[in-house]
């Protein structure tokens, strides 16, 4: 029996909420085998970071090397990078090994506030890894650090990802959670644009959503979906995932991975 292999590489959470916790549970809960390259270990819960540890460059390469020279990899996606030696040392091994289906989260602050991304990595995100993605997924923050201004209008959501898919990526979902209204995610492939709408969840537990809807989508590619469709499982699932999170923590709880297999 053949299954889907789907690698993340990305900060490891040591509260399970987010990172590559997040993703695994994703994978699994998704039908997917899941890896992990770890490039950052936090100590972090549900009311902040607490420390943050990189994984020197080296080890973060051969962690990448390991899994894909035995297993193989169908789908990959980038969340915590950090730093830009890292991002340069991501981005090296991917177009070493020839990567196909990564999806690149621009994480750069925590849920809870907390910076995850050095300032200076910004210009080595865009630089290095961007070309290399198939899908990038900022939310609205993240997108205005990518294009240096603030993104205010639809028309505003719509520029911002042209100049992003003018990066490299071929499709770009710029996430709606940040503002008001119906929860719509906005997809650029170079050609359209595609509003994904769902009603918002109000919950205060949404700890990892970024980084469980990335990692959802790169199940999607694993599994030999096309783009847009896995981009359209992945915010199902991941509105699922918020609709029946439960409190874990005193601060933003994480969603729930495995709605549809155990009831909170």
């Not at 995610?185 to 509003?195: A, I, K, N, Q, S």
Request: charged content about 20%.
């Amino acid at each position: 029996m053949a299954i889907a292999k789907a690698l993340t590489i990305a900060g490891s959470d040591s509260g399970g909420g987010a990172g590559i916790q997040a993703d695994l549970k994703t994978f699994a809960a998704l039908g997917v085998y899941g890896m992990s390259v770890i490039t950052a270990v936090t100590a972090q819960n549900t009311v902040g970071v607490f420390g943050i540890q990189e994984i020197d460059r080296e080890m973060v390469a051969r962690q990448i090397d390991a899994v894909v020279e035995d297993i193989g990899v169908d789908a990959a996606k980038t969340g915590m990078l950090s730093s830009a030696p890292i991002i340069e040392t991501v981005a090296e091994r991917i177009r070493h090994h020839a990567l196909r289906g990564l999806v690149v989260d621009p994480v750069m602050v925590a849920k809870s506030g907390d910076r995850l991304l050095r300032a200076d990595a910004v210009e080595a995100l865009k630089e290095h890894l961007l070309p290399l993605a198939l899908i990038v997924t900022p939310n609205l923050p993240e997108a205005e650090t990518l294009v240096g201004h603030q993104l205010q209008s639809d028309d505003d959501l719509r520029m911002a990802a042209r100049a992003i898919h003018a990066l490299g990526p071929a499709y770009v979902v710029v996430k709606g959670g940040h503002r008001s209204g119906e929860a719509t995610d906005l997809v650029y492939d170079g050609r359209e644009f595609y509003e994904l709408r769902s009603a918002r969840v109000e919950t205060p537990h949404t700890h990892g959503t970024g980084c469980t809807f990335s990692a959802a989508i790169a199940a999607g590619l694993a599994r030999g979906l096309e783009p847009l469709t896995a981009i359209r499982e992945a915010k199902e699932y991941l509105t699922g995932a918020l609709a029946h999170a439960y409190a874990i923590g005193r601060g933003h709880s994480p969603v729930h991975h495995f709605y549809r297999l155990w009831p909170a």
